[in-house]
Antibody, heavy 118, light 111 residues
Framework: EVQLLESGGGLVQPGGSLRLSCVAS????????MSWVRQAPGKGLEWVSS?????????YYADSVKGRFTISRDDSKNTLLVQMNSLRAEDTAVYYC??????????WGQGTLVTVSS | DVVMTQSPLSLPVTLGQPASISCRSS???????????LNWFQQRPGQSPRRLIF???NRDSGVPDRFSGSGSGTDFTLEISRVEAEDVGVYYC?????????FGQGTKVEI
């Protein structure tokens, strides 16, 4: 069974940093591109970032997070990461990891809530 | 960025009756490889999104055959042939052809 389990969310002050993790199981992790998608409270879905398969040579970011977020992967640990710096109130959202990029979303995690507030 | 426009944004439905959601993109979603990367997602209340349809009309594993997707170019449709109670939720279209990927605003389906 494919599973994605996010962790690392929490309350952080504006300007602070947070690192989210997503541990994958049930599939050959290094063969899949992976993505982060977020959902602000009561709002729709917003694509955040994607990384290519097998080592993640290629990375892609939404303009809203470019220069502040860094996506990476550790294929030895079946783990997707995103380092989030210079956080803003508008980054408050549930962050989901998902498989794929063009064909995003065959599998999703349960999400982890990030709240940016003083 | 490609703008994805869904209609309606709210869809009252009757159990056992059909329902249809439209999604229009601001530019063609045909990619250079010939594929059209238009996906549909369902998000039930309090749950993570779930992909229903990929590349316009391909149903994901486990998705009931009452769900179908169609369309081409810039106009796409998700249809539910006979609505069931478990279909309540918000439905999103998403394009994966042009960076950055973009989602529609969502259509809330309620009985």
């Amino acid at each position: 069974e494919v599973q994605l389990l996010e962790s690392g969310g929490g309350l952080v002050q504006p300007g602070g940093s947070l690192r989210l993790s997503c541990v994958a199981s049930g599939f050959t992790f290094n063969s899949f591109a992976m993505s982060w998608v977020r959902q602000a409270p009561g709002k729709g879905l917003e694509w955040v970032s994607s990384i290519s398969s097998s080592g993640g040579v290629n990375t892609y970011y939404a303009d809203s997070v470019k220069g502040r977020f860094t996506i990476s992967r550790d294929d030895s640990k079946n783990t997707l990461l995103v380092q989030m710096n210079s956080l803003r109130a508008e980054d408050t959202a549930v962050y989901y990891c998902a498989t794929g990029y063009r064909l995003l979303g065959a599998a999703w995690g349960q999400g982890t809530l990030v709240t940016v507030s003083s | 960025d490609v703008v994805m426009t869904q209609s309606p944004l709210s869809l009252p439905v009757t159990l056992g009756q059909p329902a249809s959601i439209s999604c229009r993109s601001s530019q063609s979603l045909v990619y250079s490889d010939g594929n059209t990367y238009l996906n549909w997602f369902q998000q039930r209340p309090g749950q993570s999104p779930r992909r229903l349809i990929f590349k316009v009309s391909n149903r994901d594993s486990g998705v009931p055959d009452r769900f179908s997707g169609s369309g081409s170019g810039t106009d796409f449709t998700l249809e539910i042939s006979r609505v069931e109670a478990e279909d309540v939720g918000v439905y999103y279209c998403m394009q994966g052809t042009h960076w950055p990927w973009t989602f529609g605003q969502g259509t809330k389906v309620e009985i």
